[in-house]
C-alpha cells in the first residue's frame, strides 16, 4: 500500500470521514486532498505533519506503513509516545538534550 492509498484508507476506513470534513480539519481542499488520494500528487511534508498532528496519525504508518495507524490517545501514552520520538532524535539536537535532561 502507498503513502496515498494508505491516506485514504485512514480518512475512510479509520476516520469514517469525507474529503471535506478530512480537509477542513488541516486547511487543505477537497480538491487538493483528491489528486492526492487518488496517486496523481504526493502527501507533501507539511500536511503529512499536520495530519498527524490533527488526527493522532503515526507519521511512521503514514510513511511507510510500519507499525499501528493511529497513536495513544490517553494523555500519559501520548507524552510516552512524543518522549519516544524525541529521545529518537540525534543525542546532538537541543530537543533530545532538554528532554533527557
Not at 57 to 64: A, C, D, T
Request: with cysteine; glycine share 6%; net charge positive.
Amino acid at each position: 500500500m502507498t503513502e496515498n492509498e494508505r491516506l485514504k484508507y485512514l480518512r475512510v476506513e479509520l476516520l469514517r470521514m469525507t474529503l471535506e470534513q478530512f480537509g477542513d480539519g488541516i486547511n487543505v481542499k477537497k480538491g487538493t486532498l483528491s489528486p492526492i488520494e487518488n496517486g496523481k500528487n504526493r502527501v507533501t511534508d507539511k500536511m503529512r505533519t499536520l495530519i498527524c498532528e490533527k488526527y493522532n496519525v503515526s507519521e511512521k504508518w503514514l510513511l511507510n506503513g510500519e507499525g499501528e495507524p493511529l497513536l495513544p490517545t490517553d494523555r500519559s501514552q501520548r507524552l510516552h509516545a512524543w518522549a519516544d520520538k524525541v529521545l529518537a532524535d540525534s543525542p546532538e539536537t537541543f530537543r533530545y538534550r532538554f528532554v533527557n535532561a
